[in-house]
T-cell receptor, first 119, second 113 residues
């Protein structure tokens, strides 16, 4: 079974530029997450999709970050304009169980991540 | 904001020893707890989950949960150099945040031969 695919793996941009990250979840996984992991910290949820609908985007800086999941499969996370503090690894994860239906519905399968450096 | 705290580390143990990783959480009503392992430059992978008080064993790994003390731990017996990684404790949200995992900062473990 193929895992979660992400691209690009690495991206270096200057502040105020824009960047986009792509994620393809595990086939059949209805729930998709974007996490931000700053060096030395744990992952922080940015946005959660259930199929193509947004479940939780309360921690997404909406003035500069946007995400979409058209057709309920692939997803794109965009940052525009980027700031220095956006330097981080952006992790995409997917899961197959509906959030809240099963208590053990927390097994997230993560992609390799996209490392962003903003200069 | 849910808080998940982990002992800061780094933790260094000799091969064959028991490594003990600790985590506390702020939401007393939390029900589900997870331990992820993250190798340097890699993505996190789930190694244990627990939601009942007591111990849960899987091979060399034992997760312990004490809801009264809001404390969850991970024990690694017979530690191996391949266990060297950062271990992330995560707690599942409730109510309006159901589905969200709150992660701690992680504890870096080094097992030396």
């Amino acid at each position: 079974e193929a895992g979660v695919a992400q691209s690009p793996r690495y991206k270096i941009i200057e502040k105020r530029q824009s960047v986009a990250f792509w994620c393809n979840p595990i086939s059949g996984h209805a729930t998709l997450y974007w996490y931000q992991q700053i060096l030395g910290q744990g992952p922080k949820l940015l946005i959660q999709f259930q199929n193509n609908g947004v479940v939780d985007d309360s921690q997404l800086p909406k003035d500069r970050f946007s995400a979409e999941r058209l057709k309920g499969v692939d997803s794109t996370l965009k940052i525009q304009p980027a700031k220095l503090e956006d330097s981080a690894v952006y992790l995409c994860a997917s899961s197959s169980r509906l959030a809240g239906v099963f208590r053990a519905a927390g097994e997230l399968f993560f992609g390799e991540g996209s490392r962003l450096t903003v200069l | 904001q849910k808080e998940v705290e982990q002992n800061s580390g780094p933790l260094s143990v000799p091969e064959g020893a028991i490594a003990s990783l600790n985590c506390t959480y702020s939401d007393r009503g939390s029900q589900s707890f997870f331990w992820y392992r993250q190798y340097s430059g890699k993505s996190p992978e789930l190694i244990m989950f627990i939601y009942s008080n007591g111990d849960k064993e899987d091979g060399r790994f034992t997760a312990q949960l004490n809801k009264a003390s809001q404390y969850v731990s991970l024990l690694i017996r017979d530690s191996q150099p391949s266990d060297s990684a950062t271990y992330l404790c995560a707690v599942k949200g409730r109510g309006s945040t159901l589905g969200r995992l709150y992660f701690g900062r992680g504890t870096q473990l080094t097992v030396w031969p």
